[in-house]
């Protein structure tokens, strides 16, 4: 069975307002990539950038990562890993070492949206988004110069769900419709 569903995709998709909804309903652990770094660095995402630079904020996003899909507990239940929804930041897939750790450990879906929703859900807090102020371009700009850099990224995530018209709880439904789809069509004998 698999026991992880990460949840990728640009920033502002929805990926941890959702994560927790798909994990409670699951009755699954939820685990925010960024949120982890944060704690462990003592410091906000922005200066971590400001402060070390992006290569720092990368490695220590490599480390968590690597650290939660190694993570040697198993559910006492099912001598399975423990299940857990993981929400990641919106640069980590671009990683080759993130993406293969990632899709070896469960299935990778890959929140997206249209860039002016994006813009409109970023609003103001775009300043707490290192990446956005890149180039200092009007944010919808930023946004699609971005957005078309990590095509191919985003493109090696199992399944793709476009948020732009739906709620974070249809967002939810759909993760989790998809999930037990796949699991089925795992679990199905070949013929
Ligand atoms: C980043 C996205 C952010 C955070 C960091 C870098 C990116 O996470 O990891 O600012 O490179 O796209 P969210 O996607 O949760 O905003």
Redesign the pocket.
């Known amino acids: 069975m698999t026991t992880k569903i990460i949840l990728t995709g640009?920033?502002?998709t929805g990926?941890?307002a959702v994560g927790h909804l798909v994990a409670k309903q699951l009755g699954w652990r939820f685990t925010d990539t960024?949120r982890e770094i944060v704690a462990r660095a003592g410091k906000p995402?922005a200066t971590i950038?400001a402060e070390h630079g992006e290569p720092r904020?990368r490695a220590l996003?490599r480390e968590t990562i690597a650290m939660l899909v190694n993570d040697p507990r198993l559910c006492p239940q099912s001598g399975n890993p423990l299940p857990e929804v993981i929400?990641t930041?919106?640069?980590?897939l671009v990683d080759e070492r993130n993406c293969a750790m990632l899709k070896r450990a469960g299935i990778v879906m890959c929140l997206t949206a249209r860039p002016e929703v994006i813009a409109a859900r970023v609003g103001r807090s775009a300043t707490r988004?290192?990446?956005l102020l890149e180039g200092n371009l009007p944010l919808e700009e930023r946004i699609r110069d971005?957005m078309a850099e990590r095509a191919a990224a985003y493109a090696r995530a199992d399944i793709t769900i476009d948020t732009s018209d739906l709620s974070p709880v249809q967002v939810a439904e759909r993760i989790i419709d998809a999930f037990v789809a796949r699991e089925k069509a795992r679990c199905r004998p070949s013929a």
């Open positions: 640009f920033m502002a990926k941890s960024d995402i950038f904020f996003e929400s930041g919106g640069g980590a988004r290192p990446k971005l």
